[in-house]
């Protein structure tokens, strides 16, 4: 699937920026928000806006960035689905003389000249966040005894699932080796499908899991309807909690069916427009540019909903 908003030019007598872009997939609520913020943000910089949609497969996005390549985009900006496999494309790119700047997921790469830049959130601060934030779950819901965590993973080797697993253990690992234990744990590919289906099989295989830890809002929501269907409450039998911060986690988190989420911020086009230019104009910067996030509670969510921007 491939359209090219292209917009008007810059006007001044200056070329205007051609920006090939290489989306994952619209598998979530998050990635329906970065999408229009990334096509709303090239409009309004007025640059030429080639969009291609890789419906979560890496060979895709290889396409598109290689039809990028031969188009001759000045830029080349993609958000990975997965961290591995893409030194053969970008080294291609690297020949082209065309800078590639990653957005949202990073690479794995040998070469660190192979790309200019991250725009894109820590997963591993967010999986350490969502552990944080589980204990005052906890705490809340004054539980007592052995806390049987069920994991729905995100798509398999994408950054943010082994970066939110990993930070999420790892504060596990530190502080609640005797009294936290992940029972079971599955990919649902980031998408309410995914996380219905996974949960439904969870709930057969580990009918005590007490605690989700959801790797995204769209997975929770997914798993919530199984959780419902199995005749349990979601937030109340099964404590959850998860990642992103969509519109429609904030509606389950105010009715008391999520208990907290961690914040991840999808709105990253004029940030990433406004990096494309530098990098056109030959400017020197930052390796990896962050965004800033924040953490709710359940008690939050109603006052936070009118506010949320996704
Ligand atoms: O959390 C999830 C989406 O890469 C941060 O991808 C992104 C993740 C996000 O599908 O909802």
């Known amino acids: 699937k491939t359209d090219d908003s292209s917009s008007g030019s810059s006007g001044g007598g200056k070329k205007t920026i051609t920006l090939g872009f290489s989306q994952v997939g619209s598998e979530s609520g998050w990635r329906s928000a970065n999408t229009t913020s990334v096509k709303d943000a090239a409009k309004a910089a007025g640059y030429n806006l080639k969009f291609s949609d ?47 700047v990653l957005t949202d997921r990073s ?54 699932a082994i970066e939110r697993a990993k930070g999420f253990k790892e504060v596990m690992d530190a502080q609640h080796k005797d009294d936290w234990k992940i029972v079971v744990s599955q990919t649902g590919d980031f998408t309410r499908a995914g996380g219905k289906q996974v949960m ?42 998860s990642i992103d911060g969509v519109h429609d986690g904030f509606v389950a988190m105010s009715q008391g069916k999520i ?18 230019k530098q990098v056109h104009d030959g400017q020197k910067v930052e390796r990896w540019i962050k965004t800033k996030e924040g953490d709710y509670m359940q008690d939050q969510a109603a006052a936070a909903l009118p506010n949320r921007k996704y």
């Open 259 to 276: 208990n907290a989420i961690v914040e991840c911020n999808p709105l990253l086009g004029p940030q990433l427009m406004e990096v494309v």
């Open 54 to 100: 890789a419906q979560q497969k890496q060979e895709n996005q290889i396409s598109a960035i290689r039809s990028y390549i031969a188009q001759k985009v000045d830029v080349i900006a993609f958000s990975p689905v997965v961290v591995t496999g893409w030194d053969a494309v970008l080294k291609e790119a690297k020949a082209a003389k065309i800078p590639v």
């Open 107 to 160: 690479v794995e790469t040998s070469d660190d000249s192979l790309y200019v830049t991250l725009v894109g959130s820590d997963f591993t601060d967010e999986g350490r966040r969502a552990a944080r934030i589980l204990e005052k779950v906890l705490q809340k819901a004054g539980h007592k005894g052995a806390v049987k965590i069920a994991q729905l993973e995100g798509t398999t080797g994408a950054a943010p």
């Open 200 to 241: 439904a099989a969870f709930l057969q295989s580990n009918p005590d899991v007490n605690v989700l830890f959801a790797h995204n809002d769209d997975m929770a929501l997914g798993a919530i309807q199984s959780i419902e269907a199995a005749g349990k409450k979601p937030g109340k039998d099964i404590l959850i909690v």
